[in-house]
């Protein structure tokens, strides 16, 4: 079968991974780049041997000869992206957040979907090696039914020297980071009914929030608790993993520090090591990430390939971005915000 070829747009920190993973990913390559910075356009040009570069995405989308977009920009940049993809009838990938507002993330699904293409969001926490491996135990029925969840990303890890614009946002950790959470908790315990919310900032070097509880009521009954910081120093620092906790009527499941998953239930304990692959161009401690870069990238081509819907396609993705926005609503408000009512 042919092969899928795409163009990238935004050539920085995170997109080094979106390069390397391409790389990795059966059915698709890279053939073209874009990025307005001529250094970033240059280095990473050089370091995958791509050859045609472009500063202006019209200019790229113009020349065109490629089957798909992968929009690696900040969320400023997103909605113009994945319009102007729409408009050249090319399939896009978008990275998160999907967008600055929930109304701007429904124009963009609007728009691809009156294109007849596809658009997936890079919401690619969920694609972790630990999360598909709890989402695994539920559906074996290892702990019957859910009704409780704790979702938990606790680190002091130095974000800011790699993404320097994270300590200069308004909004900071619910957007930036949160938003991967609340994904997992959608993933695992399914949608959301209505979210409380509660932040503050504790790094007085930085501009929005770095921590955030968030209690949900999933529209199934069960309850959740989201809690997210970047100002939690502890004497082995876990960054980037998520940790969770959730009892069922038959059972209870651990994910704990280390990717050690623990099932519990009448039959007794089982304890998995649940790790990530270290990919041959991964590093620690982002290794989890990474591998998850690369599993949502192959679920883009399979998908893509069947004519079927993304996972985490931007109708998806509607509904945890409507949770970012409720969370920042209800922490403004200190009231409990209907998610239904915003979607
Ligand atoms: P960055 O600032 O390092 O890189 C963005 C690049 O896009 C820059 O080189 C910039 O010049 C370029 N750019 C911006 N607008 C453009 C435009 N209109 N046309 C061409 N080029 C343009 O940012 P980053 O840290 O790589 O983050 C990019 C995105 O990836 C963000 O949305 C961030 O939240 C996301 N991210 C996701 C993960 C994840 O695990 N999914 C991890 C880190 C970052
Ligand atoms: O930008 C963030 C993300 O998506 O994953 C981790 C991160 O790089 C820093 O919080």
């Given at each position: 079968m042919t092969e899928l070829k795409g163009a990238l747009i935004g050539c920085g920190f995170f997109a080094i991974n979106q390069m390397h993973a391409w790389r990795d990913v059966e059915g698709a390559y890279i053939v073209a780049i874009c990025d307005r910075d001529p250094e970033r356009l240059k280095t990473v040009g050089d370091q995958f041997g791509i050859e045609r570069r472009y500063s202006d995405a019209e200019a790229m989308f113009a020349d065109g000869g490629f089957d798909f977009v992968d929009i690696a920009t900040t969320v400023e940049s997103h909605r113009a992206l994945v319009e102007m993809a729409a408009r050249n009838r090319v399939p896009a990938i978008c990275q998160k957040p999907f967008a600055k507002t929930l109304s701007d993330a429904k124009a963009m699904v609007e728009a691809c979907r009156k294109a007849g293409v596809a658009l997936m969001v890079h919401e690619n926490f969920r694609w972790q090696t630990?999360?598909?491996?709890?989402?695994?135990?539920?559906?074996?029925g290892a702990i019957g039914t859910p009704f409780w969840g704790r979702f938990s990303f606790r680190s002091g890890y130095d974000v800011f020297s790699g993404q320097p614009y994270l300590a200069e946002g308004e909004r900071f950790i619910i957007e930036d980071l949160g938003i991967h959470t609340l994904d997992i908790a959608r993933y695992i315990l399914g949608d959301v009914s209505a979210l409380t919310a509660r932040t503050r900032r504790v790094n007085p070097r930085i501009r929005g929030e770095d921590v955030a509880t968030i209690l949900l009521d999933h529209e199934n009954g069960a309850t959740s608790v989201v809690d997210v910081s970047y100002a939690t120093k502890?004497?082995?620092?876990?960054?980037?993993?998520?940790?969770?906790?959730?009892?069922?009527?038959?059972?209870?499941?651990?994910?704990?520090?280390?990717?050690?998953?623990?099932?519990?239930?009448?039959?007794?304990?089982?304890?998995?090591?649940?790790?990530?692959?270290?990919?041959?161009?991964?590093?620690r401690p982002w290794h989890n990430i990474q591998e998850s870069v690369y599993a949502i990238q192959q679920h883009?081509?399979?998908?893509?390939?069947?004519?079927?819907?993304?996972?985490?396609?931007?109708?998806d993705n509607l509904k945890t971005f409507a949770l970012v926005e409720a969370a920042y609503d209800?922490?403004?408000?200190?009231?409990?915000?209907?998610?239904g009512a915003m979607l």
């Open positions: 630990p999360i598909q491996a709890v989402r695994k135990a539920l559906e074996t502890l004497s082995k620092e876990p960054f980037p993993e998520t940790l969770m906790e959730l009892d069922g009527s038959e059972g209870t499941i651990r994910l704990t520090q280390g990717y050690r998953l623990e099932v519990n239930n009448a039959q007794g304990t089982t304890i998995a090591d649940v790790s990530p692959k270290l990919l041959s161009w991964a590093s883009w081509v399979d998908q893509l390939r069947r004519g079927a819907e993304h996972s985490t396609s931007g109708a209800s922490a403004a408000q200190g009231k409990t915000i209907d998610v």
